[in-house]
């Protein structure tokens, strides 16, 4: 079956942790992003792809970082400087970055601080 | 600016009775609109969207929303809700902003009661 694999469900991390968010997707959609939601916020995008070795900052960038080495996948780095990691994250694939196209979701990692 | 409100937060209604969710979006060209829908601690799935034509869409599940350019609205609405519909539901929008990206309302929590 196609589609958007999150890894791992849960993940907790320690104070000054780097943590890694894993995205892999068999769609072979070109763009991928990266959301951020909490609750009554809806989601907020942190970062998204639009080709391979090529990313770009979305809304709430600040203390993420995230890779593009292969079209299948799109992992995202908390790092110890987003003093507010506790969320539930959601990473997301499209054919391209255009204004029509449909976002598929993969099912999601909620992370949260020890 | 571009923004995507949902007023209510959360709504209940009886099982078999008629729903409406609200969408009122803010933006100065014609809007690419979607409802998606979330299961608890899942991503989300397209339920419809408009693009253009006929302003009255239909989706998946028997959802159909209507665009009305003069109220800057896209409400959601099913005749006869099952329970199975309690879940979350997010409007939002395509735009071209220089680069494209999609803007998500904060949701609407939807509870059927028996």
């Known amino acids: 079956d196609g589609g958007i694999t999150q890894s791992p469900k849960y993940l907790f991390r320690k104070e000054g942790q780097n943590v890694t968010l894993s995205c892999e997707q068999n769609?072979?959609?070109?763009?991928m992003y990266w959301y951020r939601q909490d609750p009554g916020q809806g989601l907020r995008l942190i970062y998204y792809?639009?080709?391979?070795?090529?990313?770009q900052k979305g809304d709430i960038a600040e203390g993420y970082s995230v890779s593009r080495e292969k079209k299948e996948s799109f992992p995202l780095t908390v790092t110890s400087a987003q003093k507010n990691p506790t969320a539930f994250y959601l990473c997301?694939?499209?054919?391209?970055?255009?204004?029509?196209?449909?976002?598929?979701f993969g099912a999601g990692t909620r992370l949260s601080v020890l | 600016a571009q923004s995507v409100t949902q007023p209510d937060i959360h709504i209940t209604v009886s099982e078999g009775a008629s729903l409406e969710l609200r969408c009122n979006y803010s933006?100065?060209?014609?809007?690419?609109l979607f409802w998606y829908v979330q299961s608890p601690g899942q991503g989300l799935q397209l339920l419809l969207k408009?693009?253009?034509?006929?302003?009255l869409v239909q989706g998946i599940k028997g959802f159909e929303a209507e665009f009305k350019r003069s109220q800057s609205s896209f409400n959601l609405r099913k005749p006869s809700v099952h329970w199975s519909d309690a879940a979350e539901y997010f409007c939002?929008?395509?735009?071209?902003?220089?680069?494209?990206?999609?803007?998500f309302g904060a949701g609407t929590r939807l509870f059927v009661k028996a």
């Open positions: 933006y100065g060209a014609t809007p690419y």
């Open positions: 939002a929008v395509g735009l071209n902003t220089g680069g494209f990206k999609t803007i």
């Open positions: 408009y693009f253009s034509g006929d302003t």
């Open positions: 792809s639009q080709i391979v070795n090529d990313f």
């Open positions: 769609l072979n959609h070109d763009a």
């Open positions: 997301a694939s499209s054919t391209k970055s255009t204004r029509e196209n449909i976002q598929y």
